[in-house]
């Protein structure tokens, strides 16, 4: 099992900045992927951003150039750093674990518990 603990949301104006973080712990796979999804009211889950151990990134297309993903040092933590918030962000953000390590728990997929982000126009 793996666990996440989220933390940095809240209530901005636009243009304004939050940075979320996500740290897992538990048995955590050593090829995996950590990013962020959104969930908006009658919206269905999207992914925003995520990163590969090795490194390499994915972003949605809607937040390219003001969103930025990134890893601790020990890399079990990952950092979403939004900046020109939009109210179309407005949404719940999950982190999210994939296990990419061959194995039983290849393709496993653990999330958060959620952590609202809220932009006022």
């Known amino acids: 099992q793996v666990q996440l603990a989220e933390s940095g949301g809240g209530l901005v104006q636009a243009g304004g900045s939050l940075r979320l973080s996500c740290t897992a712990s538990?048995?955590?796979?050593?090829?995996?992927?950590m990013g962020w999804f959104r969930q908006a009211p009658g919206k269905e889950r999207e992914l925003v951003a995520a990163i590969h151990s090795s490194a390499w990134t994915d972003y949605a297309e809607s937040v390219k150039g003001r969103f930025t993903i990134s890893r601790g040092d020990t890399k079990s933590t990952v950092y979403l750093q939004m900046n020109s918030l939009k109210p179309e962000d407005t949404a719940v953000y999950y982190c999210?674990?994939?296990?990419?390590?061959?194995?039983?728990?290849?393709?496993?997929?653990?999330w958060g518990q959620g952590t609202q982000v809220t932009v006022s126009s």
């Open positions: 999210n674990h994939r296990c990419l390590s061959h194995g039983p728990n290849y393709g496993h997929d653990y």
């Open positions: 538990g048995s955590i796979c050593s090829i995996n992927r």
